[in-house]
């Protein structure tokens, strides 16, 4: 499993075998107390850093605060983490160490949001669909917007740059590059003179450019796209 579902702010001394742990048990955890598909992509991003640790330690296990950002419900929540290993004397001694060999668990506390997220997950999303490829626009920060492509397989860098580039055909957009399946779209708009003609036609343009995508050979390997 990767670790791109978890953002660290700022630097910590937290070991690469430490990160790396941390991400595999608490994945591994949130699926399985959440009941959740594996083959559903990661519903959260874990924030770590958006306050000081503050560490605590207590009944063998130390925590520290973060946060977790639910995707779909587009809100976040202060939660605590915690961890603890018998291998270690030192408990604050755990995140600065390699971990190969040793035996540590990671856990989520009784803060986590399972039940807004178990809310969110079980609202019914209504997609549209253009040939074969389905979408859905909730474009609730316009004019800025991102665009995640939940994917079948990894996208080849040449798939990614089509992809690109059909979003660059609107010169009034700034296209970010394609990252982790997600491009930012950030419409050039005269807030003084802007009429909602022109919200429309950049909505059409969202359309025009997800129909573009579905005629490449490679949009079957995209399972569906969320502008939001």
């Given at each position: 499993m990767k670790q791109d579902w978890i953002l660290f702010t700022r630097d910590f001394d937290f070991s690469e075998s430490f990160k790396s742990e941390l991400s595999i048990q608490l994945e591994e955890?949130?699926?399985?107390?959440?009941?959740?598909?594996?083959?559903?992509?990661?519903?959260i991003k874990l924030i770590i850093g958006m306050e000081d640790l503050n560490q605590s330690i207590s009944d063998g296990y130390i925590y520290i605060p973060a946060h977790v950002y639910i995707h779909?419900?587009?809100k976040i929540y202060p939660i605590t983490i915690c961890w603890k290993s018998s291998d270690f004397n030192d408990l604050k001694a755990i995140q600065k160490s390699n971990l190969?060999?040793?035996k540590v668990d990671f856990e989520w506390c009784k803060d986590f949001p399972f039940d807004e997220l178990k809310k969110t997950l079980s609202q019914e999303k209504k997609y549209e669909k253009i040939n074969n490829l389905?979408?859905?626009?909730?474009?609730?920060y316009y004019p800025d917007l991102v665009i995640n492509f939940n994917i079948k397989r990894p996208l080849f860098q040449n798939e990614k740059e089509i992809i690109e580039n059909i979003f660059k055909k609107n010169k009034n957009v700034y296209v970010s590059n394609l990252i982790d399946d997600s491009i930012m779209l950030d419409f050039?708009?005269?807030?003084?003179?802007?009429?909602?003609?022109?919200?429309?036609?950049?909505?059409?343009?969202?359309?025009?450019?997800?129909?573009?995508i579905s005629e490449q050979e490679f949009s079957n390997q995209i399972e569906n796209v969320e502008i939001r």
């Open positions: 955890k949130l699926y399985k107390l959440n009941n959740l598909d594996k083959n559903l992509k990661n519903p779909d419900a587009d190969e060999g040793k389905s979408y859905i626009i909730i474009p609730k050039q708009v005269d807030s003084m003179n802007f009429k909602e003609e022109d919200f429309y036609k950049d909505m059409e343009y969202l359309k025009t450019s997800i129909k573009e």
